[in-house]
């Protein structure tokens, strides 16, 4: 199966939000592009609400790039998610 997502931005520190889905019969790492991993929640529960949802690490971005690499690492197997975050 195919693996989709869409991420969609705003402005002034408000929620993000990331849809994703998962085909059966596989998993996904997943990066949460948040310094907050209490602010993630997926269809509106948070993390602790999602024992299948595995938080791996927080991931510090430590280049002078422009494109962050900061954010929460998350373990996700087949299925269809929903998050949203403040960035």
Known sequence: GK??????????NEPGTLNIV?????????????????????SGKTLAEHPEIKV?????DNTNSKASRA?????????SYSF???P
Request: glycine content about 6%; hydrophobic content about 40%; charged content about 20%.
């Open 3 to 12: 693996v989709s997502s869409a991420l969609a931005w705003t402005k002034n």
């Open 22 to 42: 998962i085909p059966a019969n596989t998993s996904a790492t997943v990066l949460i592009p948040t310094k907050d991993a209490n602010s993630i929640t997926e």
């Open 56 to 60: 791996l690490e927080m991931e510090k």
């Open 71 to 79: 954010g929460v690492r998350l373990s996700l197997g087949s299925g």
């Open 84 to 86: 949203r975050f403040v």
